[in-house]
């Protein structure tokens, strides 16, 4: 199947791309790397009337240092993050979730910033994200606010963006040599979107613990008690017990078999966290 007709726009800056947004008339759409967008245009579950394409804005296309946190620019590809093109990024963490998305084929052209705005329960993205407590920048024409990745997600391709709202960049806290962290997901094929996923980050030195559990019916979700009693008592708080509890408390109407996959996911990514310092 092939898209329905649309008009086509290449934003020369944020501001162009945020009039045609704005504009309630058109109802555009953006695009960058087109790995979301394009096979929902394809198949007409997409028919916007005007796709304004936002991979060649500059503002969107830059990463910087921000006070304590990393400005990462919403059209940075996953590829760019992977080869660790910006010094910044360069941190372990984020190249290994990147070198971790789908195929090298995807990687090269989607981005950040629409996998966080397609909002599929099991990518990557919303689990990293949510984990680092990182902040998602939204800008339209009457001005930007920030949302906390965690939040940001409402349900299976849900968001909080508005109408004529778009992704600007994500804000997340520099990495430092202290963290600990760990990221696993299982899937039956390499590439393929994951049947479980979970994350996890503790870092003394800013008080940071979180593990997140991914690739639910909805939005990635943390076991906040649990990594607490992890940051309080240490490794040996994460019994089999302690995860089948945590597990069953994101999602009690499982069924086993997906309850046992997220409990291995959860214990892997605590093995690895844990197995050695990252930084």
């Known amino acids: 199947m092939k898209a329905a007709a649309f008009e086509y726009v290449r934003a020369a800056s944020l501001p162009e791309a945020l009039r045609e947004f704005g504009d309630s008339s058109i109802a555009a759409k953006p695009i960058s790397g087109s790995q979301s967008m394009g096979p929902m245009l394809n198949l007409r579950l997409a028919r916007p009337p005007r796709v304004v394409d936002v991979s060649r804005v500059d503002e969107l296309r830059s990463v910087t240092a921000v006070g304590d946190m990393v400005r990462i620019g919403a059209a940075i590809t996953h590829a760019e993050i992977e080869d660790g093109k910006y010094e910044l990024l360069r941190n372990g963490f984020m190249q290994y979730v990147a070198s971790g998305i789908a195929y090298?084929?995807?990687?090269?052209?989607?981005?950040?910033?629409?996998?966080?705005?397609?909002?599929?329960?099991?990518?990557d993205w919303p689990l990293a994200l949510a984990t680092l407590d990182a902040r998602i920048e939204l800008v339209k024409t009457s001005g930007r606010r920030q949302v906390r990745a965690s939040e940001f997600m409402l349900g299976a391709f849900?968001?909080?963006?508005?109408?004529?709202?778009?992704?600007?960049?994500?804000?997340?806290?520099?990495?430092?040599?202290?963290?600990?962290?760990?990221?696993?997901?299982?899937?039956?094929?390499?590439?393929?979107?994951?049947?479980?996923?979970?994350?996890?980050?503790?870092d003394a030195q800013t008080g940071l613990a979180r593990i997140v559990v991914g690739a639910l019916d909805g939005p990635p979700t943390a076991l906040?008690?649990?990594?607490?009693?992890?940051?309080?008592?240490?490794?040996?708080?994460?019994?089999?017990?302690?995860?089948?509890?945590?597990?069953?408390?994101?999602?009690?109407?499982?069924?086993?078999?997906?309850?046992?996959?997220h409990e291995a996911a959860v214990e892997r990514c605590l093995a690895q966290a844990f197995g050695s310092a990252r930084g």
């Not at 109408?163 to 963290?179: H, M, N, R």
């Not at 607490?228 to 017990?241: D, L, Q, V, W, Y």
């Open 104 to 123: 090298r084929a995807i990687r090269n052209r989607g981005t950040m910033g629409g996998s966080l705005a397609h909002a599929d329960p099991a990518a």
């Open 158 to 202: 849900t968001t909080l963006l508005e109408e004529g709202e778009i992704i600007s960049a994500i804000f997340v806290p520099k990495i430092g040599v202290t963290l600990r962290w760990g990221y696993y997901k299982l899937c039956r094929k390499t590439g393929e979107f994951p049947h479980a996923s979970a994350s996890a980050a503790f």
């Open 224 to 261: 906040d008690e649990f990594a607490r009693s992890i940051a309080k008592h240490g490794p040996s708080a994460a019994t089999a017990e302690a995860i089948a509890t945590g597990v069953a408390s994101v999602m009690p109407n499982a069924d086993a078999i997906d309850r046992s996959m």
